[in-house]
């Protein structure tokens, strides 16, 4: 058994590097869509400007992703240079998608959040700590989560102690989990971003939290894209 699982295995390595840079760059493309925007080819397709008939056509194969296309939605999504065209399985950094080591991420206390596009500007951010994230930018910024407004009894929760990466250029929409100023107390708060009939929210999972009312989404500071132990938004 042992000796059919690594035959197997040197299989598809086999096949992984038969694969052309296009296909490579839509399989990249594919996980995208299934891990930040929950499969949603249409909210993929706004978050990085084109239409979701063009996404169709490279997933089909129709229509060849080229290294241009693939550059913009790295740009598009904040991600490091050359992402999209890293063979998954080829490498240990691969099979991770891991940070490159000069994209490290750090991790600043909840309340510096409210100075996250100053921090962002800085060309030697001064943080306690810095930790490796999974899907990094050379702009993200890490935060642990202080309160319980976030622990859901269901599906995804947020505990405290919870490390969560911000993208702070990365445009919100609804549905997105978000750091935001809270316009009541003009602190920084974690919570779901929400829209119903043109009007904005800041949801808690929590039901004994409060939902916040908001006139935009101007406030929102940056859009959640990994959390720590083991997920990704």
């Not at 197997?8 to 038969?18: G, S």
């Not at 296009?22 to 949603?40: A, H, K, S, T, Y």
């Amino acid at each position: 058994m042992r000796r059919q699982a690594q035959a197997t295995q040197a299989y598809d390595k086999v096949l992984m590097m038969r694969r052309t840079k296009p296909q490579i760059r839509v399989d990249n493309m594919n996980r995208l869509i299934e891990q930040r925007f929950g499969g949603v080819q249409a909210r993929f397709a706004n978050a990085i400007g084109v239409t979701p008939s063009q996404v169709s056509q490279w997933r089909s194969g129709t229509r060849e992703m080229t290294k241009e296309s693939a550059e913009r939605i790295e740009d598009r999504l904040q991600l490091p240079d050359g992402y999209l065209d890293r063979m998954a399985g080829a490498t240990r950094s691969n099979i991770s998608h891991a940070t490159n080591p000069t994209h490290r991420v750090p991790l600043l206390p909840f309340q510096r959040a409210a100075e996250i596009r100053v921090v962002i500007e800085q060309q030697q951010v001064d943080a306690p700590e810095w930790i490796d994230a999974r899907y990094a930018s050379k702009k993200s910024v890490a935060f642990r989560v202080e309160n319980e407004s976030m622990v859901s009894s269901s599906g995804l929760s947020f505990p405290p102690g919870t490390v969560i990466i911000v993208e702070p250029l990365r445009g919100p929409q609804a549905g997105d989990y978000v750091v935001a100023l809270d316009p009541q107390t003009g602190h920084p708060t974690f919570k779901r971003l929400a829209s119903d009939a043109g009007r904005w929210f800041l949801r808690p999972l929590n039901p004994t939290y409060p939902t916040t009312e908001i006139p935009d989404t101007s406030c929102v500071l940056g859009v959640v894209s990994e959390w720590q132990v083991g997920g990704k938004l």
